[in-house]
């Protein structure tokens, strides 16, 4: 589907991860000639269970981000479906105070958009596993169902639900979005196409879902940042996690059915049920306040599931699901193919209160080290960023940005807070409700 021939469009949307596959194709419907503009060229593997985010990936990109003191890389999905091709499939939607928080009309406005959205995805429930059940065993009438997108042994993305070429939408792959273009040069005017490696597209209405990363890479490689008044990539948001370390007799016997890494042939296992089908959801005393978690019960270890990974312990994951630490997405041509340097939220209160929780866990599991020890919590992160672009901030109500004509912006950069769950789900109800509000106001 490579085919940079496009001169002109009504609408150009720059990423065709899970809010980019809801825009074009609801804009399409509306009327609107639409390009979604994909940079990857490669398509995930379909099979559920498969996380495709090895070392050998050919749908992933890779951004460096720093933790503390601790260097990560976080990847994201470079293919049709976005990270939603690549990750694990988690369904759940915000709780009703959260969306309180974000004003006092999303509570109906996201209803609206999640029935949408779920009704395109259809997420099921799958019965829980052995690890599941001995974490719920553990912490009783604490534990709850995490619906999945998959359907037949096959995972369904938002580029399969929502279908945007059987909408007339033109998807274009392989295409790598460099810039913005603005009329007369001026930045911050109104916006009226994409510069690409070679080519442009020109469009009367630019969106922009490339993804919380790649949507801040974007505007500040534009010129649309602090220094235009928009504080892209300030403050944002992530849930941080521990993993502990299973007891071998945690981990269930092998039962797989071959998926394929692409490009390499190798096998790699997968489950019959899902990587996490439940969490327990707990509520702690904390440093500012109840802090609220999830205890992930990863069904078996990633090497499992992840194509190219080497083999590690079985680890199950406790997740602060209402830090208090903020990040930052700033400039930085230096630091890897993206452009900007991405610092996770890093704050000492957030560290006690999972120091705090990760102990009160591997009690209740009974987990200890050879020497009867609590287990050593890692660091980690869920890879759920949010809040680079946010509503109020950066972009209005509708995801317009603030005082540009011709620009918007859908993905998981809008997000005035980071739910208390996991955002895929979130992300496409926002992305049907944003659509909505672009058509009622549409002009093609």
């Given at each position: 589907?490579r085919?940079h021939?496009?001169?002109?469009?009504?609408?150009?949307?720059v990423?065709?991860?899970p809010a980019?596959?809801?825009?074009?194709r609801?804009?399409?419907?509306?009327?609107?000639?639409v390009v979604?503009?994909e940079?990857?060229?490669?398509r995930?593997p379909a099979r559920?269970?498969?996380?495709?985010?090895?070392p050998g990936?050919?749908?992933?990109s890779?951004?460096p981000?720093?933790l503390?003191s601790s260097a990560?890389?976080l990847?994201?999905g470079?293919t049709?479906?976005?990270s939603g091709?690549?990750n694990?499939?988690?369904?759940?939607?915000?709780r009703?105070s959260?969306?309180a928080a974000w004003g006092p009309d999303?509570?109906r406005?996201?209803?609206?958009?999640?029935a949408?959205?779920t009704?395109?995805?259809?997420p099921?429930?799958a019965p829980?596993g052995?690890v599941?059940?001995?974490?719920?065993?553990a912490f009783?009438?604490?534990?709850?169902a995490?619906a999945?997108?998959?359907?037949?042994?096959r995972?369904?993305?938002?580029?399969d639900?929502?279908?945007p070429a059987?909408?007339?939408?033109?998807?274009v792959t392989g295409a790598?979005v460099?810039g913005?273009?603005?009329?007369?040069?001026r930045t911050?005017?109104?916006?009226?196409?994409?510069?690409?490696d070679?080519?442009?597209i020109a469009?009367?209405q630019?969106i922009l879902s490339?993804g919380?990363?790649g949507t801040?890479a974007?505007?500040?490689?534009?010129g649309?940042?602090?220094e235009?008044?928009?504080p892209v990539?300030r403050?944002t948001?992530?849930?941080p996690e521990?993993?502990?370390?299973?007891?071998?007799?945690?981990?269930?016997?092998r039962?797989t059915?071959a998926g394929?890494?692409?490009?390499?042939?190798s096998?790699?296992?997968?489950?019959v049920?899902?990587l996490?089908?439940h969490?327990?959801?707990?509520?702690?005393?904390?440093?500012?306040?109840i802090?609220?978690?999830?205890?992930r019960?990863y069904?078996v270890p990633?090497h499992r599931v992840?194509?190219?990974?080497?083999?590690?312990p079985?680890?199950?994951?406790?997740?602060?699901m209402?830090?208090v630490?903020?990040?930052e997405?700033?400039?930085?041509?230096?630091v890897?193919?993206?452009?900007?340097?991405?610092v996770?939220?890093?704050?000492a209160?957030?560290a006690a209160?999972?120091?705090g929780?990760a102990g009160?866990v591997a009690?209740?599991?009974?987990?200890?080290r050879p020497?009867g020890g609590?287990?050593?919590?890692?660091?980690?992160?869920?890879?759920?960023?949010?809040g680079s672009a946010r509503?109020?901030?950066?972009?209005d109500g509708s995801?317009?940005v603030?005082?540009?004509?011709?620009?918007?912006v859908?993905?998981?950069s809008?997000?005035?807070?980071?739910?208390r769950?996991?955002p895929?789900?979130?992300?496409?109800?926002v992305?049907?409700?944003?659509a909505?509000?672009?058509i009622s106001g549409a002009?093609?």
């Open positions: 589907m085919a021939g496009v001169r002109a469009a009504d609408v150009v949307v990423g065709a991860g980019g596959c809801v825009m074009a609801r804009l399409a419907e509306a009327g609107a000639e979604l503009l940079a990857g060229s490669d995930a559920a269970g498969v996380l495709d985010i090895g990936s050919r749908v992933v890779r951004h981000a720093t503390g990560v890389e990847p994201r470079r049709l479906g976005g091709a690549v694990g499939g988690y369904c759940a939607p915000a009703p959260d969306l999303w509570p406005r996201y209803e609206v958009g999640l949408r959205a009704e395109r995805l259809r099921r429930l829980a052995l599941a059940s001995r974490v719920a065993a009783p009438g604490r534990v709850s995490i999945q997108a998959r359907r037949d042994g995972r369904v993305t938002a580029f639900a929502w279908d059987g909408a007339g939408v033109r998807v790598t460099r913005l273009r603005w009329v007369g040069g911050g005017g109104r916006c009226d196409g994409v510069v690409l070679d080519d442009e469009a009367r630019v490339a919380s990363i801040a974007l505007l500040l490689g534009s649309i940042g602090p235009s008044g928009h990539g403050g948001q992530e849930h521990v993993l502990l370390a299973l007891p071998a007799e945690w981990t269930p016997a039962r059915r394929e890494s692409p490009g390499t042939g096998a790699v296992e997968v489950p049920e899902p996490l089908s969490v327990v959801r707990l509520a702690l005393p904390g440093p500012t306040g802090a609220e978690f999830e205890v019960p069904a990633l992840v194509p190219g990974l080497a083999p590690q079985h680890r199950i994951g406790v997740a602060l209402n830090p630490g903020r990040g997405i700033t400039r930085n041509s230096g890897g193919s993206s452009g900007v340097r991405v996770l939220g890093d704050d209160r957030d209160a999972l120091a929780a009160l009690d209740r599991l009974g987990i200890t020497d609590r287990p050593g919590p890692v660091p980690s992160t869920s890879q759920h960023l949010s509503i109020g901030e950066v972009v995801g317009r603030l005082g540009c004509e011709g620009l918007l859908a993905d998981a809008v997000l005035p807070s980071l739910p769950c996991g895929y789900v979130s992300v496409l109800a992305a049907e409700d944003l909505a509000r672009v002009s093609w």
